[in-house]
């Protein structure tokens, strides 16, 4: 039972906001136009905007702010209005509600004992950002400055050209000082945000006291260092905000409520619950979309196609943005072929390139842990849970204004495994890019994949590249760790027995088998660091999965082909921007090679993954999205 006199910290806080929060928690809701069916649609909109996700309604919003120019977004999943999605408390929503998912399990895994796994992707208004565990965290300034490497000098896709757009989207809210008193080793600096945004980055007004001991053991590491801001592009051990309004509701802010909500506008609409089928082309013009309601299919169905005047957006995801390609006959020839669609233009990476973090199953508990409060609290302590009650219903304070995590480790190769690292890196030089893709991949998709290689053996040698993250949890670690640039590469293409059903999601975990060799040092510093620190020996860790029998390389393999998820809900790279002799499938303008009046922007214009969770960043670049289709329509 945790002491209530430990808890007196934030008992003064009882008092504070709560007339600022009832006056945010009963405003009154404006929004643009929801329209109820395709019969309320205009003929013909300047933008046609297919997905009303994380990056969909950032675009429509910045693209519609002059009043003037009029936008549609077309969003399969529901307007939701639910506190499952709206409150911070431990809070990942994936699976709240099942039909705020698509119903997509992937391709089996061949490395994975032909695994077969649940593909995460939102159905819903406001897309993963309002599912997802709202974690506020950006690259390192090597994973942006990678983009633009794959184009020559000269890109503005780097660190110092998205880091505007980073402050652009973001309006950060600075933690109290009762929330710094909370946070020890805490940095920040108000430089590397903004302020004008309705998409807020706060903080919230608890934290375990325990997570101090897993900062420490992290910070005391030879070549670790605490930035001086965790969106300062570094890898280190710091503090970050969380995805929510921390100085008005206390909720999740997310894409619908930055960019949707509140918006009194009646050039920019909204119609959900509806899906696309194809984009329209007039040769290799994009001018319009077809689409039908997202719940009905079979004899009788009504399509409704609507125009563009100026561009369509795609925004459908990492998963349905290639798919929506490959049926509008955008593609690789002989997959399209394949399903009877006709090539109309012929573009081979289109699916390709696709991955995601990986995370390894890694539980340790803690035999003599007794400070209070703790996670465990949240559970078993009525005392706890009265008092937490209590803060939570008079000014949204207090335990329940925090979501899962505020701080963590993201750590290099070198940091991780300084005797391994060259010689991984080494072996990444060495390899043969065609032996680690699929048998019928292009060529140009082959000399991207050897480019990507390439970089990431320089990534390898660097302190300055995240390999590995972990979250403090503020008692026993967290029952996992995360691998953030794996090298395999799987694919995302249509079904081409029923190309209209959801895509084959193949995520090819461990195909180029160096992966193993990360995963394992990755493993083995994890270890060292939980198990067998001086620091945490007081807590009388004890390693219960895989356990400490398991020492060779042929029995941590064995544990990985089990014990592996192929997948950290951060799909990426199955539209990417690289040059077209790489297999890219968008320019440097977001622009589809080959197709007019047709972009991508969402989280599959990634070349390389960035070591951390993708919302922030995905934010960042519909930001630069936005800006770069406006200078390019004027």
Known sequence: MAPLSQLGLLASLA?????????????????ARVLDGPEALN?????????????????????SEDGKTTVLVIENGELANSDEINNVRDRVSWNAEP???????????????????????????GGSSALNGMQCVRGTTDDYDRWGSFFGNGSTWSWNGILPYFKKGLHFQPPSEEAVDQMPGIKYDEFYWGTTSRLYAGWPSFQWPGIKYQFEVFTELPGVE????????????????????????VNRSYARTGHWDNLNRANYDLITESKVTKIELDGNKATGVVFRPSEVDGEGVEFTTVKANKEVILSAGTIHSPQLLQLSGIGPRKLLESAGIEPKVELPGVGQNFHDHTTLHFEIKFRNYSIHPNRRDDFEDPDFI???????????????????????????????????????????DAQNAADYLPTSSDPTVIAGYQARLASLAEAIRSSDNIFYSHYFSGDEPVNYFTYEHPLSLGTVNINISAPESEPIVDYRTYSNPVDFDIMLELARFHRRINVESPLLAQFDPVETSPGLNVTSREDWVAYMRHNTE????HPTGTCAMMPLELGGVVDEQLRVYGVKGLRVVDASVMSVIVGVNLAGTVFAIAEKGADLIKNGSE
């Open 566 to 569: 192929p997948t950290a809900m």
């Open 43 to 63: 003929k013909s909109y300047d933008y046609v905007i297919i997905g009303g996700g994380t990056a969909g309604l950032t675009v429509g919003d910045r693209l």
């Open 386 to 428: 009265a008092w937490a009650d209590e803060l939570w219903d008079a000014n949204r304070t207090g335990p329940w204004s925090r979501a899962l995590w505020n701080t963590g480790a993201w750590l290099g190769l070198p940091v991780v495994a300084p005797e391994a690292y060259e010689s991984i890196a080494a072996k990444v």
């Open 15 to 31: 008092a504070v906001l709560s007339c600022s929060l009832a006056a945010a928690l009963n405003a009154p809701k404006i929004h």
């Open 226 to 249: 605490v930035p001086k801001d965790s969106g300062a592009g570094q890898t280190g051990v710091y503090w970050y905000p969380t995805f929510m309004d921390a100085e008005g509701s």
């Open 99 to 125: 039909w705020w998912l698509y119903n997509i399990t992937s391709a089996p895994n061949k490395e994975l004992e032909n695994l077969e796994s649940t593909v995460y992707i939102a159905n819903v208004v």
